[in-house]
Structure formats: structure tokens, C-alpha cells
């Protein structure tokens, strides 16, 4: 099939990449419903997808990965600049010639007897000035189908890129043998190029989200004076119509789908508070003409965690899967071919298939402990689905930013919330977030790591320098720059209890913080930075007692010694220990905090 651009640079990759892999066939994505409404019927007819009920959820379809490929695998994955150093602390590193050299050999006739489809797709709207094009070549229709919902795919994305620039992200995905000990996700940051081998699972081949808008993004955004950022992005509209944009970095599966769609309690929704989406996962952000960071998302859909997905917890979300969705390792209800997971509703399908394909009763199977669906199950869905995605959600400028909020699920020693000093001080805070891993990655779940701006899997250059540039940023917006402010949704009681309600209730959470952005509400001044006051914290209509907003607002001096002992260890054996350049106002961010304790 011919190809569908003039650009130069494009055709002799793809020609060279051709010729590397051999495919039987090569199909340009034009992106037209004719061509991959081809795909989702051949799909169909090799099994790779299975057709949901057509009433129920119209267009949507079903995918189930290999029990050993179901999530990111961060240990082999790899920044591969020409310089170690340039990778830092935080990255797998190889030498980028020795690096080809093995995978090379492993890409030469990995598509005999496939097709190779190549992807032009745009990350951000078309004609966005934030926009970048990236060029994904894979064997794999789940991965066409994906990108289709995730980026703004086909020939679009070639006018945007024109017909001679160079500057087009290279991505070369083959599923092979889905072999786990061959697979590979790498990272070539100065020559724009990923390469995946070896998986079908989501982050690891859908190369325009993670590889591409986070490691490759982020080392072009220190280039070019702009931050790609692990954060969800949503505006607030509040009762005078006024809209204020908010961005929240949290590690994955914890919270930033559900923070992005939230519907407010009912006492925020009759005054006239409303909650827009505009995204989940992603946030590429650059300062304005008029000096403020403005964000927009680069993707075009949402993968987001099913497990704990359900009316009541995130409605948007759920009503976003209802039509020409895909969804990858979670159950089916074979009486009526419907997607279940866990925390859907408390009827688990007695008829139902399990995520790795067997036939259970799924109320006995349920009812022994086992999981009908994965726990990093994801459903993929179109965010023109989402009931509240923003009317900016394709402003090509973005929207500006009044807040930056990080977090992670800490069970104890961070308070709710809590405000920076200053960008300074929220950039350290950003250094610090911790957070207890979750199965968005392979490896144990539960354990406390750090997870600087919940960006460690994420970073494609060395955390120190990254740290630097947040620092450079700052100074750059100056007084535009976003007011920086942390929360946690996990705080545990004694009794192993989530403390605070979460979800529609953290609408709470984003009220004091609105109103602390317009200087509405005064704040108490703790070694931490500024909490806010008990009275503050609006928590009419909830169930909780004076003590325990005073739980959820503690700053307990032991712990956060501890706390601040482990931020030395970190900084000096986990980072500048082993090459990363910590920026010295980190450092004395660190000093002051312990200072301001006493120490
Ligand atoms: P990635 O897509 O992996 O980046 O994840 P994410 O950050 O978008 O996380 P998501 O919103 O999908 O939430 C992950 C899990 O955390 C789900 O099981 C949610 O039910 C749970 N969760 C989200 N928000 C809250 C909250 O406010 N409180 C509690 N207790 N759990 C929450
Ligand atoms: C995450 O793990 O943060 C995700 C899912 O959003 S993945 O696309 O697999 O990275
Ligand atoms: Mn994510």
C-alpha cells in the first residue's frame, strides 16, 4: 500500500523498518471508519477481540492479553542516551549502539507472515501549537484500535506534520513472541525513537502515552522550555460561572481518573459547582503569551483502571465505557456478554469468563478470594464519551493552570492537604511524593517507594536535571506561576480504615484549595507548610467527628522526622549517590523543613 505522506524522513524510516522486519503486508492508517471498522472485523475473526453486546455497549470490544503481560514492566524498560549520566538514577541505562545491537536481530523478520500497520498520530489537538506527531509501526490491531480512542490518528496527523519537517516521534512495536525475557521497552531520547518488543499490554505498545507524551516528551520539554507531566487536568466552575484549571500529579492507580471526572457532593452541586474533565493521565504544559502555564492533554481518550470503577465512584468514567469502548483483562458475563470486574456492583456473573479466559461460576469463584478481573484491567474509552469533559478539551491553547497538586496513597505521616511556601518549596514537595505501589506495574503491591512527581517510571532524562528545570520554570512564571499544594486520599486509622471518603468528597479538598489560589481563606503555618484551619475544611453532610478532621489534619513531629531522615537517605544514596545532579535549593528545602522542626 502506497504511503499517505510526501515527508522524506517519514518514508525512509518506515522503508528502512520494512525492510528490518519483513511484513507480508504493510497497511497505512488512514484513520477512516471503512479501514478500521476492516480491522475490527478481521479482529473478530481471529479472536484477538470479542464483540460486546451490541445493545448494551454499541461498538465495544474485548481483549485479553497473556497472563504474563498485563502491566508497564519498569524493569525492562530503558533510557538509552549516549550518555549515562544523562539517564541518572531513576532509569535503566545501555549504551544506545549496544542497545540496537541486541535488539536489532530480534526485530529481523519478526513480521514474516504479518501485517504491518503504520500509525500516524497527533499527540494533542491538530493545529495545537503544543501538538506533537509521532509514527508508531506495530503487527498488532489491538494496538490500531487503541491508538484510534488514545491519540487523533490517521491522515490528519501527517498535514500537521508536513512534508519535510523531521521533528516526528519514531516508534517500532512488534508483539513477536510475547516472550517476558525478551521484552523490551527503550527509550532513544535524542534520536526521537522507542522500541517495544515482546508485549501487547497497553503502556508498554501504545507508544503515543507513556513512551512517547512522558519519557521522550519530558526530555524535550527540558529542551524546549515546556514540562510534560504525569497529571490529570480539570477545571472547576464555580458558582459565578468563573472556570479554575487544576493539574494533579499522583502515581498510577491512584486517584487522577477519579479526581478528573468527580461529581461534587450535592451541598457543592445546588449552589452551582460543576466539574470538567479535560484529562486524566497526562498534562503537557507551557507558559502563555500573557505569562501563565497553560496545560492541554495530549491524548484523546482515557485507559483507565476498571477494578473499584462503579456508579457511585466514578460515574463519568463508567458512562465513558458504555459505547465504542475496548476492554482488556477484565471478566465477561457470558448471559449477556458484559464487561464485570471487582467493585462494579456486589453481583458477580454466575455465567461468567474469568480474565485469562476459563469458564467459572463467578459468585462461588468470587466468594474463594479469586479475581474475575485483573487488577490493572483497563477499559479504554473515547473522552468524547465522558458526560463532563470540558468544552476546552480541543482548545489548541490549552487551559491556564492555577494549581499544581501532587499525592499518593500514604497511610500515614501526610496530612490530607497541605500548601507549599512557594514554587521552591512545592518543587521539593514534588521531589518527596512517596507512595505504596500499586498493579499498575509488575512487582510487589503495597510497598512504600519514592515517586518524585509521581513521574519515576516516567522521566527520560536524569532527575536531577528535571528537578532543575521545574526550579527554572518557576522562575520563569514568577508570580504566575500555579500555587503548589499536596494531598492524600489514604490515610489509614488505627483500625486500617481509609480515613477521609475520597472521590466526590475530595471536591472538599479542591474548594479550600480554590479558595486559598484566590487568597479567600486564611490557612495555620505548620513546619510542612499551610494546613488548613478545622473549620475550613468543609465537611457538612459527612459523617466525620472533630477528632478525626484533626487526625486527617495532623502533622506528627515523629513521623515526619522520619519522614525527613529518609528524604536525606534518599537524596544523598538513592540520587546524587548514584549520579543525579540535585539542584542545591532542594537541598536547602530539605535543611529548612528540618529546621523548622527544631532540627
Ligand atoms: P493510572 O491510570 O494507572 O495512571 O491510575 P489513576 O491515577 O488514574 O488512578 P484511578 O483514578 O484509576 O484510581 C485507581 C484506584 O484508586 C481505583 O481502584 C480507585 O477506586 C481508587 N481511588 C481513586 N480515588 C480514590 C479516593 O479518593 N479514595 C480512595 N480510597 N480510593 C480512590
Ligand atoms: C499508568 O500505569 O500510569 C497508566 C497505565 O496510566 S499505562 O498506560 O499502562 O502506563
Ligand atoms: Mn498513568
Not at 526485530?107 to 506527531?133: E, F, H, N
Not at 503495597?446 to 518557576?474: C, Q, S, T
Not at 529518609?566 to 546524587?576: L, P, Q, S, T, V
Amino acid at each position: 500500500m502506497a504511503s499517505l505522506t510526501k515527508n522524506p524522513n517519514v518514508n525512509a524510516w518506515v522503508d528502512e523498518m520494512i525492510a528490518l522486519t519483513k511484513p507480508d503486508k504493510v497497511v497505512w492508517i488512514d484513520g477512516s471508519d471503512e479501514q478500521l471498522e476492516g480491522l475490527r472485523q478481521e479482529a473478530l475473526s481471529t479472536g484477538e477481540m470479542i464483540k460486546m453486546n451490541e445493545e448494551l455497549y454499541p461498538g465495544c470490544l474485548y481483549h485479553r492479553t497473556a497472563p504474563n503481560d498485563v502491566a508497564r514492566v519498569e524493569d525492562r524498560t530503558f533510557i538509552c542516551s549516549e550518555k549515562k549520566e544523562d539517564a541518572g538514577p531513576t532509569n535503566n541505562w545501555m549504551d544506545p549502539n549496544e542497545m540496537w545491537a541486541m535488539l536489532e536481530p530480534m526485530y529481523d523478520g519478526v513480521m514474516k507472515g504479518r501485517t504491518m500497520y503504520v500509525i500516524p498520530y497527533s499527540m494533542g489537538p491538530i493545529g495545537s501549537p503544543l501538538a506533537k506527531v509521532g509514527v508508531e509501526l506495530t503487527d498488532s490491531i489491538y494496538v490500531v484500535l487503541n491508538m484510534d480512542i488514545m491519540t487523533r490518528m490517521g491522515t490528519k496527523a501527517f498535514e500537521n506534520l508536513g512534508d519535510t519537517s523531521d521533528d516526528f516521534v519514531r516508534g517500532l512495536h512488534s508483539k513477536a513472541d510475547v516472550d517476558p525475557e525478551k521484552r523490551y521497552i527503550v527509550q532513544f531520547p535524542e534520536k526521537n525513537t522507542i522500541c517495544s518488543i515482546n508485549s501487547a499490554y497497553g503502556g508498554n505498545v501504545l507508544l503515543g502515552k507513556k513512551c512517547f507524551a512522558l519519557r521522550i516528551a519530558s526530555f524535550q520539554g527540558k529542551n524546549e522550555g515546556w514540562m510534560a507531566e504525569h497529571m490529570l487536568i480539570l477545571g472547576v466552575q464555580k458558582p459565578d460561572g468563573d472556570i479554575k484549571y487544576i493539574t494533579a500529579a499522583f502515581p498510577s492507580a491512584c486517584g487522577k481518573t477519579n479526581l478528573a471526572m468527580l461529581i461534587p457532593p450535592e451541598i457543592y452541586t445546588k449552589q452551582g459547582y460543576k466539574v470538567f474533565t479535560v484529562g486524566d493521565d497526562i498534562a503537557w504544559m507551557k507558559q502563555g503569551e500573557d505569562g501563565r502555564l497553560y496545560a492541554i492533554n495530549p491524548e484523546n481518550g482515557f485507559f483507565g483502571v476498571a477494578p473499584g470503577t462503579n456508579a457511585k465512584s466514578n460515574y463519568n468514567a463508567l458512562a465513558s465505557t458504555k459505547k465504542n469502548a475496548i476492554f482488556t483483562n477484565v471478566a465477561i458475563n457470558l448471559d449477556n456478554m458484559t464487561p464485570w470486574w471487582e467493585g462494579l456492583d456486589k453481583n458477580p456473573p454466575v455465567n461468567a469468563q474469568e480474565w485469562k479466559g476459563a469458564n467459572v461460576n463467578g459468585v462461588e469463584y468470587t466468594a474463594k478470594g479469586e479475581k474475575l478481573a485483573h487488577p490493572n484491567s483497563r477499559f479504554t474509552a473515547p473522552a468524547e464519551n465522558c458526560p463532563c469533559i470540558s468544552p476546552e478539551f480541543n482548545n489548541p491553547q490549552g487551559v491556564p493552570i492555577s494549581a499544581i497538586i501532587f499525592g499518593g496513597r500514604r497511610e500515614k505521616t501526610t496530612p490530607l492537604v497541605y500548601q507549599s511556601f512557594d514554587w521552591t518549596h512545592g518543587t521539593y514537595i514534588g521531589s518527596a511524593v512517596s507512595s505504596e505501589t500499586t498493579a499498575a506495574a509488575t512487582g510487589a503491591v503495597g510497598v512504600l517507594r519514592h515517586d518524585p512527581m509521581a513521574m519515576k517510571p516516567f522521566i527520560g532524562y536524569n532527575v536531577g536535571d528535571y528537578w532543575n528545570h521545574w526550579l527554572e520554570m518557576g522562575e520563569k512564571l514568577g508570580e504566575n506561576a500555579p500555587k503548589i499544594f499536596n494531598v492524600n486520599w489514604f490515610k489509614k486509622d488505627e483500625n486500617g480504615n481509609f480515613m477521609w471518603p475520597g472521590f466526590g468528597d475530595n471536591m472538599r479538598v479542591l474548594d479550600w484549595i480554590i479558595k486559598r489560589c484566590e487568597g479567600k481563606v486564611d490557612a495555620q503555618e505548620t513546619p510542612i507548610g499551610y494546613l488548613p484551619k478545622p473549620e475550613d475544611l468543609n465537611v457538612e453532610g459527612l459523617d466525620i467527628s472533630a477528632e478525626q478532621v484533626d487526625a486527617l489534619l495532623a502533622v506528627d513531629k515523629d513521623l515526619w522526622a522520619d519522614e525527613i531522615k529518609e528524604m536525606r537517605r534518599y537524596y544523598d544514596e538513592d540520587i546524587a549517590g548514584k549520579g543525579g545532579r540535585i539542584p542545591a535549593a532542594l537541598y536547602e528545602e530539605l535543611d529548612k523543613l528540618e529546621k523548622r522542626f527544631g532540627g
